[in-house]
C-alpha cells in the first residue's frame, strides 16, 4: 500500500467526521483565534476552532457571522464551560446552529449537550481520563479530544502519552479521538494515527502562523523560546483551585505566583472567598494574555504555550504548515513501512 493510500486509511474516520481534506484542527486560543486564523485554516482544509473564551455574546455572535461570510467550509466553536458568559455562548451557537460545538474546562452538563445535539451540531469535548471518558461518551458526546499536559494554556495534570493509554487505546472503536499537546511535525502525527487517533489538534505552530493576529513580538519569542522554557503554574494550596497554565516564563509568571500567595492570605483572613478568588485568578490571565497577544508586552503578558515551543522555528502560512505536517507524516509512514517490510 503506497504512503498517500495508507494515510487516507488513517485519517478517514477524522475527515468524515469533521468534513475536512485534513482532519488537523486548530486548538482554540484566546485572543488569537478570531475570524481570520479560523477561516485561513478551514480554507486550507483543516479545521478551525473559534475560541469563545469569556467574551461578549454579540463579539461571539459576530464573528461567527465573519467567518462564514468568508468560507463555507466547517468549523468548530469552543465554549468555555466554566466562563461567566458560557450560558450566553451557548444561546449564540444554538441560535447560529453552528455545526461543531467543542467544550472545554469541564464536563458540559446532559441538558447542554442535548440541547446543541438537537440544533444538528456535532459534539466534542475534551477527556482527561479513562473515567471522564467514559461519562463523556455516556452523555452522549460525538467525538473526544484527548490534550496532554505538554499542551499550552490551561492544561490537565496527564502526559499524553499516559492518556493514549488511558483512553485512546480503549475508547477509539466507540469514537472519533483527536490528539494534543506537543504536536508540532508531521513524524509525530503519522505515529499517532497509527495508535488510532482520528486526526491532531495543533495550538502552538498556528499561533505564530502569518494568520495569526498575534504580535509581533509576541511571535518572535515563541519562535526564539526552548520547549523548557513553557512551564506550567503551580498550585500552592487546595483552599485556591487552580487549573495549571502551560506558558513561557517570565515575569508575568512570577507575579501570578505572587497573586496566589495574596489570595491565599485573604481566604485565610475571610476576606474573600473561593469563588471570588478563582474569579481573581482567571481574570488575571485574561488580561495577562491579552496584553501578550495584542499590545506585544513579552515580559509581564502571558505567552501560553504549549512545550511544543521548541519545535517551531519559523513563522508559516497556515497554508505552508498543513502541506509541512501532511509531508511529513507522508515520509514517517515510509520510513515505517521500511522497518516493518522485510520482502
Excluded at 509525530?188 to 502569518?210: D, E, N, P, R
Excluded at 491579552?290 to 521548541?310: C, F, H, Y
Amino acid at each position: 500500500m503506497e504512503e498517500k493510500e495508507l494515510l487516507e486509511k488513517l485519517w478517514k474516520r477524522g475527515k468524515d467526521f469533521l468534513g475536512v481534506e485534513y482532519p488537523i484542527i486548530s486548538g482554540a486560543m484566546t485572543w488569537i483565534s478570531d475570524h481570520t486564523l479560523v477561516s485561513a485554516v478551514s480554507e486550507a482544509g483543516g479545521f478551525g476552532v473559534l475560541a469563545g473564551g469569556n467574551s461578549p455574546a454579540e463579539w461571539l455572535a459576530n464573528e461567527i457571522d465573519k467567518i462564514r461570510s468568508i468560507t463555507d467550509k466547517p468549523f468548530g466553536v469552543n465554549l468555555i464551560v466554566i466562563a461567566p458568559n458560557y450560558k450566553k455562548h451557548l444561546e449564540v451557537v444554538k441560535e447560529k446552529k453552528v455545526d461543531f460545538v467543542i467544550f472545554a474546562g469541564n464536563f458540559p452538563m446532559d441538558k447542554d449537550i442535548a440541547a446543541v445535539k438537537e440544533t444538528g451540531a456535532k459534539t466534542i469535548a475534551f477527556a482527561s481520563n479513562e473515567g471522564s471518558a467514559r461519562r463523556l461518551i455516556s452523555r452522549g458526546i460525538d467525538a473526544l479530544i484527548l490534550e496532554g499536559n505538554e499542551a499550552g494554556g490551561h492544561v490537565g495534570y496527564v502526559s499524553l502519552v499516559v492518556l493514549l493509554q488511558q483512553v485512546l487505546f480503549k475508547f477509539r472503536d466507540r469514537v472519533p479521538i483527536f490528539t494534543a499537546g506537543g504536536i508540532a511535525t508531521g513524524a509525530m502525527a503519522a505515529h499517532l494515527l497509527l495508535a488510532g487517533a482520528s486526526g491532531i489538534q495543533m495550538g502552538t505552530i498556528f499561533a505564530v502562523s502569518k494568520e495569526s493576529n498575534a504580535h509581533p513580538e509576541f511571535k518572535k519569542r515563541y519562535i526564539k523560546a526552548k520547549a523548557r522554557e513553557a512551564v506550567a503554574t503551580p498550585q500552592f494550596h487546595q483552599a485556591l483551585r487552580v487549573v495549571p497554565v502551560r506558558a513561557i516564563r517570565n515575569k508575568g509568571m512570577d507575579e501570578f505566583s505572587e497573586l496566589q500567595i495574596k489570595l491565599l492570605e485573604q481566604i485565610k483572613k475571610g476576606e474573600i472567598s473561593q469563588i471570588e478568588a478563582q474569579y481573581e485568578v482567571e481574570k488575571f490571565w485574561v488580561g495577562a494574555l491579552r496584553r501578550a497577544v495584542q499590545e506585544g508586552d513579552v515580559e509581564r503578558g502571558s505567552l501560553m504555550a504549549g512545550q511544543s515551543v521548541g519545535l517551531v522555528d519559523r513563522e508559516m502560512s497556515v497554508r505552508e504548515i498543513i502541506e509541512y505536517i501532511t509531508q511529513g507524516i507522508l515520509e514517517e509512514l515510509r520510513h515505517v513501512k521500511e522497518l516493518i517490510c522485510t520482502d
